[in-house]
Antibody, heavy 115, light 112 residues
Framework: EVQLVESGGGLVQPGASLKLSCVAS????????MSWVRQTPGKTMEWIGD????????NYAPSLKNRFTISRDNAKSTLYLQMSNVRSEDTATYYC????????WGQGVMVTVSS | DVVLTQTPPTLSATIGQSVSISCRSS???????????LHWLLQRPGQSPQLLIY???RLESGVPNRFSGSGSGTDFTLKISGVEAEDLGVYYC?????????FGAGTKLELK
């Protein structure tokens, strides 16, 4: 059974940094490009970026590339999202999902940015 | 960026009714490799999204065949032939052809 389990979210203050993790199981993680996607409280879905199966290449949404960094550890079947200088508009539920088919989704992890 | 315009934003249906959702793209979603990475997701209330249809018309494993997808280029449609109660939720189209990948705004399917 495929599982994606996101973690690392919570309440953070504006300007802080946060690192999210996504642990994958049930499929060969190292064969897949992986994305981070977020869903705002208003239910808008936004693609953040993705990373090649071997970690050698990343794509980002232009508006986020200066603050967000995606990495992976294939030995641990884990995807990461490093968020820096967070803002209130980063408040969302964050999901990891394979690209370009978006075929598996975890339960998501909530990030709330507020003072 | 590719803009996906979904219509209608809300759909009211009775059980057994057939409905369609449109997703129009601001540019062709045909990839240079010949695939069209236009997919449909369903997010039921309180749940994560799930893939229903991939590559325009291919049914994801385990998804009932009352769901079907069609279209090409910039115009795509999801059809549900006989809505069931478990189909209620928000439907999103998503494109994986042109980075940054983008989602439609969603269509909420509710019971009339």
């Amino acid at each position: 059974e495929v599982q994606l389990v996101e973690s690392g979210g919570g309440l953070v203050q504006p300007g802080a940094s946060l690192k999210l993790s996504c642990v994958a199981s049930g499929f060969t993680f190292s064969d897949y490009w992986m994305s981070w996607v977020r869903q705002t409280p208003g239910k808008t879905m936004e693609w953040i970026g993705d990373i090649k199966y071997d970690g050698s290449y990343t794509n980002y949404a232009p508006s986020l590339k200066n603050r967000f960094t995606i990495s992976r550890d294939n030995a641990k079947s884990t995807l990461y999202l490093q968020m820096s200088n967070v803002r209130s508009e980063d408040t969302a539920t964050y999901y990891c999902t394979p690209t370009p088919y978006f075929d598996y989704w975890g339960q998501g992890v909530m990030v709330t940015v507020s003072s | 960026d590719v803009v996906l315009t979904q219509t209608p934003p809300t759909l009211s249906a009775t059980i057994g009714q057939s409905v369609s959702i449109s997703c129009r793209s601001s540019q062709s979603l045909l990839h240079s490799n010949g695939n069209t990475y236009l997919h449909w997701l369903l997010q039921r209330p309180g749940q994560s999204p799930q893939l229903l249809i991939y590559l325009v018309s291919r049914l994801e494993s385990g998804v009932p065949n009352r769901f079907s997808g069609s279209g090409s280029g910039t115009d795509f449609t999801l059809k549900i032939s006989g809505v069931e109660a478990e189909d209620l939720g928000v439907y999103y189209c998503v494109q994986g052809t042109h980075a940054p990948y983008t989602f439609g705004a969603g269509t909420k399917l509710e019971l009339k």
